[in-house]
């Protein structure tokens, strides 16, 4: 009835909102917590049901589950999981470090801690995190404390629950060092993401002791040892001071790195765990993971799966790795030349995104004649209905027009890292049964149909073979 109602209904509704808040407002509000409702209520449930839940964090969980505890958390402060299970509840608090507003680790602190991943020194890249972490504003650092422990103690159970503190990593890198909101940014830096998280959950009861190493210190100079020190108290002015000069030797010696690295034509290729379905010839399954590295191609790495899986014997090159998305809705087999590694990279999190060995090798798709040119169904753009346009592959990009006569483009999207076509299946909006997908670079997918069986693959093979072209 009065302005001063609606001024304190307003910051009611506002104080319980949980998701897309700044950490420093939601701790502001929580009665002296350390942590927001969600995070220390989802970690609570997860260390008490999902330790030996295989694939937590990694399987995703019911959307519509995930938008009811998002919407309780955003309403009450709140929740009783009982209705939901662990894949429900970790696929919610990855949601919400991903809808903050600023990283966990900061945006101002993210190419410092890039940079300390690349120390080629070990112990020094251990120290320059570990002052990074602490050099984190509280309520940030306060939650990745909480997390970083929690994901030490999934990781325990690793052999059990299949999420090492490598897979963890692979999850929890872009979800803590980046946000939705800056989409595809970052995938350039991923193997340092995964670096970063991999070395707080591995060194995490000495990263975030309360205590911590004496350089000055008689005893070997191992960031687990025993020699350690109250953390100083320091003023903002000599923490920035001790931060700006840690950037500036972690830049030295990152140069003196990337000399002798781009001299010998390589440099740290990392290896990570990925899982794989492999699907035998009686139609049953089995999991296998295995770590493949950046320079690994699918040829090497099916070899791999095949010993894992007791079928050594086979011949690697009957049988094909595919890309599957979304459940199984959208898949494209790999060329035994194609970077497994960064297949996945390109993956969106959230997504139930898997790598598939199985038995076959798909025919080469039929070629054109000439420059690859016809007519496709398109779906709209923000109005999901389907248009027939003309669609034409010239120079760096994929064309689409309105008649083949028009000279003004409808549209486009271009050929180049992150672009793949893949078969889709039971896609009930299609016009035709013959529908296929493009992903396209920057984020999105561009659903297409072609009237028949022939052209669809002929189309899905002059995409994928642009792509690689593009990227060779």
């Known amino acids: 009835d009065t302005e001063e109602e609606c001024r304190d209904w307003v910051t009611d509704i506002k104080n319980t909102q949980c998701y897309g808040v700044p950490l420093a407002v939601l701790t502001r509000g929580c009665s002296g917590a350390k942590l927001p409702p969600v995070v220390a209520q989802c970690i609570e449930y997860l260390d008490s049901n999902a330790l030996e839940v295989e694939g937590v964090y990694r399987v995703p969980g019911s ?85 970083v422990h929690h994901l030490a103690r999934l990781a325990d159970f690793g052999e059990v629950n299949k ?54 210190s008689d005893e070997e100079d191992d960031p687990t040892g025993a020699a350690v020190r109250k953390k100083a108290e320091e ?23 990337r000399a002798p690295a781009a001299a010998a034509g390589g440099g740290g290729d990392v290896p990570f765990i990925l899982e794989f379905v492999v699907e035998k010839q009686d139609r049953t399954t089995t999991s296998q993971t295995v770590p493949v590295s950046a320079a690994m191609g699918a040829a090497q790495v099916k070899q791999l799966v095949l010993e894992k899986s007791g079928l050594e014997h086979e011949r690697a090159a009957e049988w094909t790795i595919w890309e599957s998305l979304q459940n199984g809705e959208l898949e494209r087999p790999l060329a035994d030349g194609d970077k497994v590694l960064e297949v996945t990279m390109q993956w969106q999190l959230n997504a139930a995104n898997k790598l598939k060995l199985r038995r076959g090798v ?10 690859l040119q016809g007519w496709l169904h398109k779906e709209g753009g923000k109005v999901k209905n389907w248009k027939k346009r003309w669609f034409v592959v010239k120079g760096n990009g994929i064309y689409y027009y309105k008649d083949p006569k028009a000279k003004q483009e ?51 093979g002059a995409i994928n073979t642009a792509a690689r072209d593009s990227s060779s």
């Open 235 to 257: 003023t903002p002015e000599e923490k920035e001071a001790k931060l700006k000069e840690a950037m500036r030797k972690l830049e030295l010696a990152g140069q003196q790195q």
């Open 63 to 147: 959307a519509a589950a995930i938008q009811q505890i998002k919407l309780a958390f955003n309403q009450d402060g709140k929740v009783s999981f009982d209705d939901y299970n662990a894949f429900d509840v970790s696929g919610a608090l990855k949601k919400f470090f991903m809808d903050l507003p600023e990283p966990l680790l900061t945006t101002n602190l993210y190419p410092h801690f890039i940079a300390a991943s690349n120390h080629p020194n070990h112990d020094e890249r251990l120290m320059a995190i570990q002052d990074l972490v602490y050099s984190l504003p509280s309520e940030h650092f306060n939650v990745l404390e909480a997390m």
């Open 163 to 216: 999420m090492t503190s490598t897979n963890l990593s692979i999850v929890f890198g872009p979800t803590l060092m980046t946000v939705a909101a800056q989409g595809q940014a970052g995938f350039s830096d991923m193997s340092q993401q995964y670096k970063v998280i991999d070395i707080m959950i591995t060194y995490h009861e000495w990263m975030f002791g309360a205590e911590r190493d004496d350089p000055d």
């Open 362 to 371: 798909p025919p080469p798709p039929p070629q054109p004649s000439g420059p």
């Open 410 to 460: 409808a549209g486009h999207f271009a050929i180049g890292k992150g672009l793949a076509a893949y078969f889709v299946y039971d896609y009930a909006k299609s016009p035709t049964k013959h529908c296929f997908c493009a992903k396209v670079p920057g984020g999105g997918f561009r659903y297409l149909a072609a009237e028949d069986n022939r052209e669809m693959e002929m189309w899905l």
